[in-house]
Structure formats: C-alpha cells, structure tokens
C-alpha cells in the first residue's frame, strides 16, 4: 500500500528566499507524479506533473525533481513570494488512483 | 481554471439524511474520480468512472455511490449520513484510463449535524 510523507509538515518563510518541499513514498512502482497547490478550502490546482522516466520538471519559478527508486520527489520555489502561499501536496500515481500527503502548508511573509 | 464544476459549493445536512454532490468534467475528459478530504488531512480516494462505469473504488462503504452520465459529468451520493462525513469533496477528471494528469474542481464543503 502506498504510503505518502510530506516534509516539513508547515513553513514560514521571508518574502525572497528559494525554498525545498520534500515529498517520500513508500512503493516506488509508480508512473508519474502530481504537485497540487490548494488555497483553503478550495479544490486543487495541479502545478506540475513529472513521468517516471524523467528526472525534472520546470515551470516557471517552480522545479519538481523525481528519485523513483528512493521514493523521492522534491519541489522547489525559487524566489517566494506571498502569493506563494498555500498547502503543497504531492501525489505519485502507481496501478492505483492519486495517493496524497497531508501536504506542505506554506507562509511567505512580505 | 481548470473547466472542471462541481455544485454545489457548501451545504448542510442533518444526520441520517441523504446527499447528492455533481461534477461536470473538463471538456473531453471520459474519467472523472471522487476524493473525500478532512480538514487537515490529505484527499482520500472515494471510486473512480470511467465511461459510465465503474473502475476503481477506495476503502468506503456502499452507502457512498456514484453515477456517470453518458456526457462523462459525475454524482455522488452518501445515504444514511454521517458526523464523519463532514469534509470537502473533491472531483477530478482527466482523459483516459492509465495515469494521465488529473484536474480538479473547486470542491463541495459538506457539513453533517
């Protein structure tokens, strides 16, 4: 069974500074992998999705890493900003539907 | 935006009653899931429809169930409600089976009393 680690679980950081959400799972049979952003209590906003054969995605300021055989993915924010934040999870996507992380909640201080 | 609806945004409801939530799927997209989230925790997958049918279900019991019309837009129903019901559900839709990316709606914030 699919089990999802989000690390750490909150962080506040100051306006400007680049910044690295882990994400850890425990079957690395997977396909792909799914970031979602979710403001509170709205639906969720994919941010990127990264197949199992590569190793990286970018979009934007966001760049999402992907270590299938570790059971490791990371997402990372350079240069934050207060719009920035929000609940991060991440989801990897095996013979099963989406498994979710309780997510990364992030403050970005102007 | 994702063109994914769901309706309606919040509702309340008395213990024991019965609910309905709807889904209108991005356009074009045949698969559409359910995911049932509690405050502070993450999604929990509900089933899944693809083409009317259904393909895939999660640890829930039957009183929760689902429908897909024939215009790939989505019901789910909870009879006999529960306190622990209360949560925001989720629908996500994408195109085909296998493991494309999925889309989210904007969710329905379900509140049993």
């Known amino acids: 069974k699919q089990e999802v680690t989000q690390i750490p679980a909150a962080l506040s950081v100051p306006e400007g500074e680049n910044l690295v959400l882990n994400c850890s799972f425990t079957d690395s049979a997977i396909y792909n992998l799914q970031w979602f952003r979710q403001d509170p209590g709205k639906g969720l906003t994919s941010l990127l999705l990264?197949?199992?054969?590569?190793r990286e995605q970018t979009s934007g300021r966001l760049n999402a890493s992907l270590d299938k055989s570790s059971g490791r993915s990371t997402l990372y924010i350079a240069a934050s900003q207060p719009g920035d934040s929000a609940t991060y999870l991440c989801a990897p996507r095996g013979n099963t539907p989406l498994v979710f992380g309780k997510g990364t909640r992030l403050s970005v201080i102007a | 935006e994702t063109g994914v609806t769901q309706s309606p945004t919040h509702l309340i409801k008395t213990r024991g009653q019965q609910v309905t939530l709807r889904c209108s799927s991005q356009?074009?997209?045949?698969?559409v899931s359910w995911y049932q989230q509690a405050l502070g925790q993450g999604p929990q997958f509900i089933f899944q429809?693809?083409?009317?049918?259904?393909?895939g279900r999660g640890n829930f019991p039957p009183r929760f169930s689902g429908l897909q019309f024939p215009n790939y837009s989505s019901e789910l129903n909870v009879n006999a409600l529960e306190l622990d019901d209360s949560a925001l559900y989720l629908c996500a839709s994408s195109l085909g089976q296998g493991w494309p990316e999925a889309f989210f709606g904007q969710g329905t914030r379900l509140t049993v009393v």
């Open positions: 356009s074009g997209h045949n698969t």
């Open positions: 990264i197949q199992s054969s590569q």
């Open positions: 429809y693809y083409r009317e049918e259904e393909n």
